[in-house]
């Protein structure tokens, strides 16, 4: 069950990264989420 948690959690991170990638490319301001 832990195991599962772990996996989504990684999968979630993932995807946040992927859109913070997509998000603050081209981007002259800092977001704090594209440090």
Do not use: P, T
Not at 12 to 22: P, S
């Amino acid at each position: 069950q832990e195991h599962q948690a772990i996996d989504v959690l990684l999968a979630e991170i993932d995807i946040y990264e992927l859109f913070a990638f997509k998000h603050c490319r081209g981007r002259k301001s800092k977001l704090a989420l594209c440090e």
